[in-house]
């Protein structure tokens, strides 16, 4: 019935006895029915919690579906939020992000930070006079950040927002191709880089790969670099300026006048993979996204200001854009942030930071749970973690045994857990436990139910809603704050992408089904996006890479299921006239998407056919590709979405599997 890889019980409560806001899962409810039906109004009463230069006329205009404006013609800005705010209260020297770098010295971490609130808007209003002043960015422009996890990251992105301005971050993981594919298609005028970056002990060179990203990146003008690790760069006369000099001339008291930006204007755009074509612009609004991360601050992590917060994404991320910049300091939290690997120099690094920084809110990702699972939990018992109160995953679904492990080690077996469903598009969380509001017992692997205000359903193929227990697809039925304004210079495939396969609805991609109880199971990807440890990959994205090597006619990618990583990708490639087989080919295509995607892209595998199944209308049989990859039989339904016969799909795996010899 599922896609996932482990069994999942519907039945198996955890009660939520002695935790905050306990409660039966008919209040909630009933809370959730009134604040659907009234969806309006209830968000408009969110909104009012934030900080607005001029309230909205309408809560929502709907008048141009799916396109919709949420407190249309409000004015407020996302750094104003994030800072003045609190350097007007009693937060003005409340330490807002605690930095630790990755290098350690004498067993301890050799560069620690602490930023409070002011200093943030200090050095945030410097940033964004230097950018106005030497690069002339003002409201209607994009930059470009390609940054590795340090301070200097989230000053950029507010900054930019200051002046209006959108930012465009591309994870400092992946390819010059993919940072000059995305700064085209944003039309970025500078980019923002470091001089490199440690990750797990190594240094990554992040300058010259966008050096030769600048060889396709045709708008970007200017590159600027921070100084991270000292290590040597090559800098272009007239292009190119460290980050210490462009700042010198900049009083150290500097001050810019946050932009009243409407509601409805861009406040990012931020690239997601999927099936086809080229990686989709998804264009976040200020008004709305910045309500449901208030919103989904106080529900799902009951942040207080006696809190220390930590999520481990990278801000290069959506989890990391909304759950480490906007949302925990639009809120006045204290937050830790991190540079490098979770395990590195050993797998206690992870919880030698809970324990040094007392961290009492954690956000985490069953690709770290099952890492650390594997490292032993010794290591987890080496340091006091009973700071920690709360705790969530995101990124997947998560298994009952990597639940059940740190909710076991570092929950005590008592604190409220959960496993938050969200997308880039969405913005922020959708479907999840809400321990500030409402606690329900917890089932090891579930979502819960959508927050108040999101209106969810599973549905069949037809869009009616699927029986309890019974697998479907997931979809949004109303407008929510925080959803994408469109996809970049691409309204049309914004609704034929999400708004319809079901009209009217937001269509996720993923399956999911309601248990009997009302709770949600998101179960994994109906496309083909595939997501290794977490990471959001297009198998398009894969597929064009390998079709560049001289030898590559035509290719599929799939995800097969990693013990650790959950999914990782292997590759079907046909090979053009002339070319053979070996294992030097293979390492060269490995190598290719290294190369060209990045290495959270490297491929397991690479299997040599003469054929891919296809179906009537030429579509790839990714169902049979993915069990001949798998070494399975490809089960004897057809999909929902399948145009294929039973006896089409058993041939065409029958040929496959026989070929690349895996059965
Ligand atoms: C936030 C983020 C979105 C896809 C999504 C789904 C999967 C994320 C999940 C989860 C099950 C969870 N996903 N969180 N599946 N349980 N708690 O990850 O955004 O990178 O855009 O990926 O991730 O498949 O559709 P993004």
């Not at 019935?1 to 209040?27: C, H, Q, Y």
């Not at 230097?130 to 301070?151: A, R, S, T």
């Not at 490098?340 to 007392?358: K, L, M």
């Not at 979405?641 to 029958?654: F, G, L, Q, V």
């Amino acid at each position: 019935m599922t896609e996932l890889n482990w069994s999942i019980s519907f039945d198996e409560r955890i009660s939520p006895e002695g935790m905050p806001n306990a409660a039966k899962v008919d209040d909630y409810a009933n809370f959730h029915k009134k604040s659907i039906k009234e969806y309006k109004e209830f968000w408009a009463g969110l909104a009012t919690e934030l900080d607005w230069f001029k309230p909205w006329d309408k809560v929502l205009d709907d008048s141009n579906p799916p396109f919709y404006k949420w407190f249309a013609g409000g004015e407020l800005n996302a750094s104003y939020l994030c800072l003045d705010r609190h350097v007007k209260s009693a937060r003005k020297n409340k330490v807002a992000i605690i930095w630790e770098g990755e290098p350690m010295e004498d067993g301890k971490p050799k560069e620690v930070r602490k930023l409070t609130y002011y200093d943030m808007y200090r050095e945030v209003n410097r940033v964004a006079h230097m950018l106005k002043e030497k690069y002339n960015i003002k409201q209607g422009d994009v930059i470009g950040i390609y940054l590795p996890m340090i301070p200097e990251l989230p000053i950029f992105m507010l900054a930019a927002s200051r002046l209006g301005a959108a930012f465009c971050v591309v994870f400092s993981g992946f390819s010059s191709d993919a940072i000059a594919e995305r700064m085209n298609d944003a039309e970025a005028k500078i980019i923002v880089t470091a001089d490199g970056s440690w990750r797990a002990g190594k240094m990554l060179d992040l300058k010259s790969i966008v050096d030769q990203a600048m060889q396709k990146a045709k708008t970007v003008k200017n590159v600027v670099v921070v100084t991270r690790t000292r290590n040597k760069v090559n800098m272009v006369e007239g292009r190119d300026e460290y980050f210490e000099d462009a700042m010198k001339g900049v009083h150290t008291n500097a001050y810019v006048e946050p932009e009243r930006v409407k509601s409805e204007s861009p406040l990012y755009i931020l690239y997601t993979s999927g099936t086809t074509g080229k990686p989709k612009g998804q264009v976040h609004d200020v008004g709305g996204y910045m309500t449901l991360l208030h919103a989904t601050m106080k529900w799902v992590f009951d942040i207080k200001d006696s809190d220390v917060y930590w999520c481990m994404a990278d801000i290069g991320w959506v989890t990391g854009h909304s759950y480490i910049v906007f949302g925990p300091l639009m809120e006045g939290a204290t937050e830790v942030m991190y540079e490098g690997s979770p395990v590195f120099p050993e797998q206690n690094r992870w919880a030698s930071i809970i324990e040094r920084y007392g961290v009492s809110v954690f956000y985490t990702s069953p690709t770290a749970i099952r890492g650390w699972i594997k490292g032993g939990e010794q290591w987890v018992k080496m340091h006091d973690t009973s700071s920690v109160r709360l705790m969530n995953s995101v990124g997947e679904p998560i298994n009952p045994e990597a639940f059940k492990w740190l909710f076991r080690l570092v929950g005590r077996e008592k604190v409220p857990f959960g496993s938050t469903w969200w997308m880039t598009e969405t913005g922020g969380i959708m479907i999840s436990h809400v321990p500030g509001l409402m606690m329900l017992p917890m089932k090891p692997g579930t979502n819960g139910f959508p927050i108040p205000g999101i209106d969810a359903e599973v549905v069949d193929e037809k869009g009616n809603p699927q029986k309890a227990g019974e697998r479907g697809f997931l979809v949004l039925k109303k407008p929510w704050p925080g959803m994408p304004l469109t996809i970049f210079k691409d309204p049309n495939r914004f609704v034929d992408v999400y708004f319809s396969k079901f009209p009217g609805q937001f269509y996720a991609g993923d399956y999911a089904v309601r248990d009997p109880d009302g709770y949600f199971w998101v179960l994994g990807r109906a496309d083909e996006i595939i997501k290794v440890a977490g990471h959001r990959l297009g198998t398009y994205e894969l597929e064009s890479a390998l079709i560049q090597h001289k030898a590559v006619a035509e290719s599929a990618v799939v995800g097969v299921p990693d013990e650790i990583k959950g999914e990782v990708p292997v590759a079907f490639v046909i090979l053009r006239q002339g070319f053979i087989p070996s294992e030097q080919l293979k390492g060269e295509l490995k190598e290719l998407i290294r190369q060209q995607v990045g290495p959270i892209a490297s491929l397991k595998d690479v299997f040599f056919a003469s054929k891919l199944p296809k179906t009537r209308s030429a579509k790839i049989m990714r169902r049979v590709v993915k069990a001949v990859a798998m070494g399975m039989p490809p089960g004897d339904t057809t999909t929902l979405d399948d145009e294929a016969s039973i006896d089409e799909i058993k041939n065409a795996y029958a040929q496959l599997s026989g070929e690349v010899g895996k059965k």
